[in-house]
């Protein structure tokens, strides 16, 4: 019987050589659990975490999967534990607990596979801005870009640049209502983690937090108005992605998402070396887009842009950062009891950021300081400066970039 990674690798192998759903199925017949099988053929049907075998929780550190979670999705159930999937905002706590190694993460890379082969339409590869470094020091993004290519994908698009048009957008809230000492506001960019802690811990802080999406939404509603036949696949470090992108106001932005492990298994799956492919760049996004991916970066690239927008503003703005959950929280707690002065909160849910994520490949230092490295390479410091940005908004229908501040079914959320 295949244990649930030879299986998964097995199948990432025999799509990968363009071999039918029908064909591998009866090539493994009664060498796998069925579950697991459905598990990978349709994660669509299943919640963010799987629980790939029965469990007594008596022996797995008192429960301690449960007792991780900050988000009470786990219960008990037949066979161990359940998950609610309404609950659930995939931080991977439960799995990195689970010391009998009965829970893991979905996987939608079989999907991925089955679609490039049958879809008729675009496919993009979506990649956050946590890339660099992940998949070998020498790997460019022109590299990289050529790597998804000849996996099947169409094209390859820097989230990066998406981060840019967010951070403009958070600019002009801070900007606009920012206006005495006591006014502050809460990121709404990039971390689901973040905004689940804060819509349902801290629903009370909600006004203070912009209506806006992250930038792997912005990015795929974006390309389905420029293209709407594509198909979007986004790849990073993050589980909790999978669960962002099946919210009820968000699903249909991204089709798939991938972790940068599921791409590394295709890779080597198709023997592709990516140290060694064409370069293939397209320099779209500024430094302020770029450094998303580490602690700190979200809180720098907005004052950095709101200073551009607007010099001479008296509030200027003062930024408190913080990273894991229950950092998170203290930092919030410090905020209602009015012990710090700052007016602008980013949180991560991940120590040291996107970079510090559960499947990120190299580790979080190194991830941060590939990151400041690109961000130091960009021709641009700021999203106002980046002419891809105006470009982006002119093609869809933004006439100036403070028409960011209305209704925008793009990039804006109703919470």
Excluded at 232 to 238: I, N, Q, S
Excluded at 369 to 383: C, F, I
Aim: charged residues 25%; glycine residues 8%; negative net charge.
């Amino acid at each position: 019987m295949l244990t649930f990674k030879e299986l998964y690798l097995k199948l990432i192998s025999n799509f990968a050589a363009g071999k039918t759903e029908s064909e591998i199925e009866e090539a493994f017949a009664g060498h796998y659990d069925p579950k697991h099988l459905h598990c990978l053929l349709h994660p669509e049907k299943h919640p963010v975490v799987w629980r790939i075998g029965d469990c007594d929780c008596s022996q797995d550190r008192q429960g301690k999967c449960a007792a991780d979670c900050e988000f009470d999705a786990i219960y008990a159930a037949d066979g161990g534990i359940g998950i609610d999937e309404s609950k659930c905002v995939g931080c991977h706590a439960c799995i990195d607990a689970c010391s009998l190694n009965k829970l893991t993460y979905s996987r939608d890379i079989i999907s991925v596979l089955k679609t490039l082969q049958s879809h008729k339409g675009l496919v993009y590869a979506l990649v956050a801005p946590a890339f660099l470094g992940q998949f070998g020091s020498s790997v460019t993004p022109g590299k990289l870009r050529s790597a998804l290519k000849k996996v099947g994908f169409d094209g390859m698009i820097e989230v990066a640049l998406f981060a840019d048009v967010l951070t403009l957008k958070e600019a002009l809230e801070f900007d606009k209502n920012i206006q005495t000492e006591s006014d502050y506001q809460l990121t709404s960019c990039c971390c689901p983690m973040w905004i689940a802690m804060i819509r349902k811990i801290y629903n009370d802080l909600m006004p203070h937090v912009p209506g806006a999406v992250s930038p792997m939404i912005a990015a795929g509603r974006a390309i389905k108005v420029l293209h709407p036949d594509a198909v979007t696949v986004f790849v990073g470090p993050c589980m909790a992605k999978k669960a962002e992108a099946r919210e009820k106001d968000l699903e249909g932005a991204i089709d798939f998402v991938l972790t940068f492990q599921e791409i590394k298994d295709v890779f080597e799956a198709m023997q592709i070396e990516l140290d060694k492919m064409e370069e293939s760049e397209r320099d779209h996004s500024s430094r302020a887009g770029r450094i998303y991916a580490r602690t700190g970066g979200v809180s720098e690239a907005v004052k950095a842009t709101v200073d551009r927008l607007n010099p001479n503003r008296k509030i200027t703005v003062r930024t408190q950062q913080a990273d894991g959950v229950p950092a998170c929280k203290e930092m919030i707690n410090s905020l209602l009891s009015g012990q710090t002065n700052a007016n602008f909160f980013e949180g991560m849910g991940c120590v040291g950021g996107c970079v510090g994520g559960p499947k990120a490949i190299i580790d979080r230092d190194s991830g941060r300081d590939n990151v400041n490295v690109y961000g130091d390479e960009a021709t641009y410091k700021t999203p106002i400066d980046n002419p891809y940005v105006i470009e982006l908004l002119h093609r869809l229908g933004f006439d100036t970039v403070e028409s960011l501040l209305e209704h925008s079914d793009i990039f804006t959320r109703k919470f």
